[in-house]
Structures are given as C-alpha cells and as structure tokens.
T-cell receptor, first 110, second 114 residues
C-alpha cells in the first residue's frame, strides 16, 4: 500500500517570504501532479512532473521531482496572499484513480 | 465550453433522509470521479465511473452510498439514510480519458446533515 505524506500540514507565513512544501512516498511514481485548491472551490492542476530530477517553473512556483521519482517539492518565492490555499500532490502509478495526499494548507498573511 | 457543473452547491438534510448530488462533466469527458473532503482535510477518492459502468468503487462506503453515470444525463452520487458523519464537501471531477492527464473539478456540493 502506497504511503503518501505531505509536509508541513499547515504553514502560515508573511507576504514576501519564501517557502517549500514536500510530498513524499514509499513508492515510485510514473509521474506526479500538484493541484491548488482555494477556499470554497475545487482543486486546479498546477503542474505535472514526469521525469526523475525534473524541475518545472510556473512564475514564482518551482516544482521538483526527485531523482528516484518517490518525492516532490514545491517552492514558492516571495509569497503573496493570492497563494493562499490547499496544495495537494497526487502521484500517478498507472492506476486509473488519482489518490491525493492530505495536503499542505498554506496561509500568506499580508 | 462549460466546466464541470455540480448541483446543488449546498444541501441540508436531516438524519435519515436521502441526499442526491449531481455532476455534469465537461463536454467530451466520459470519465467521472467523486471525492469527499472533510473540513480541514484532503480529498478522499470515492468512485470512478465511465458511462454506464463503475470502474473503481474502492473508496465508497459499503452501505448507504451508491453512484451511477447513465448513458444520458449527469452522474449521481446518492447517500441514503444520511448521518451526521456524512457532512462534507463532495467534489466531482472529469477527464477525457483515464488518469494520466488533468482532472477538471467542479466547485463541489456541500452537504450538511442536521
């Protein structure tokens, strides 16, 4: 059984600070997706990482897929209040359903 | 192209009543997924359906919960004899194919059981 852990579970920082959140597992993934869910809404896909060691940038967000394809990180530079939300990772292992981690609940204070 | 439409957005039921949640996937999408989210928690997979078929219901409680995706019309998540513990946000997602690409989520249906 795949064990998926996201950390930290909660994070509250000031606007302008940098932060990193993590997604770790005991299993190897073929690829992994990151979603962001804003309060009162459904999750929205941010990125899909496919290759071990891959780094993808989306404006101030940098996503990295571990070399062994068992973990991933999301780094946000100069966080803004609009970054507030629940960040969910979802590994893809060929199963037909997408299983999400517990998420990191991020709050950026103005 | 309209997104995934869920209704009702908010539903209040008393214990013992039935709740029916509807999901219309994006146009051209034949794969539908239902997830449940408790307050301050992540999304828990419930069921994956294609038209007229349940593909994976490993996340569905064994009793009182059922789902369908008929040939015509929306997907329905049905909860019979609701209990307070069923209070949650229920999200539907759709995709044009099985999971290797993006899931498109609706805005959710929030069920409150009194």
């Amino acid at each position: 059984t795949q064990l998926l852990e996201q950390s930290p579970q909660f994070l509250s920082i000031q606007e302008g600070e940098n932060l990193t959140v993590y997604c770790n597992s005991s299993s190897v993934f073929s690829s992994l997706q990151w979603y962001r869910q804003e309060p009162g809404e459904g999750p929205v896909l941010l990125v899909t990482v496919v290759t071990g060691g891959e780094v993808k940038k989306l404006k101030r967000l940098t996503f990295q897929f571990g070399d062994a394809r068992k973990d991933s990180s999301l780094h946000i530079t100069a966080a803004q209040p609009g970054d507030t939300g629940l960040y969910l990772c979802a590994p893809i292992q060929g199963a037909q359903k997408l299983v999400f981690g517990q998420g990191t609940r991020l709050t950026i204070n103005p | 192209n309209a997104g995934v439409m869920q209704n009702p957005r908010h539903l209040v039921r008393r214990r013992g009543q039935e709740a029916r949640l509807r999901c219309s996937p994006m146009k051209g999408h034949s794969h539908v997924y239902w997830y449940r989210q408790l307050p301050e928690e992540g999304l828990k997979f419930m069921v994956y359906l294609q038209k007229e078929n349940i593909i994976d219901e490993s996340g569905m409680p064994k009793e009182r919960f059922s789902a369908e995706f008929p040939k015509e019309g929306p997907s329905i998540l049905r909860i019979q004899q609701v209990v307070r513990g069923d209070s949650a946000a229920y999200f539907c997602a759709s995709s044009p194919r099985s999971t290797t690409g993006e899931l498109f989520f609706g805005e959710g249906s929030r069920l409150t059981v009194l």
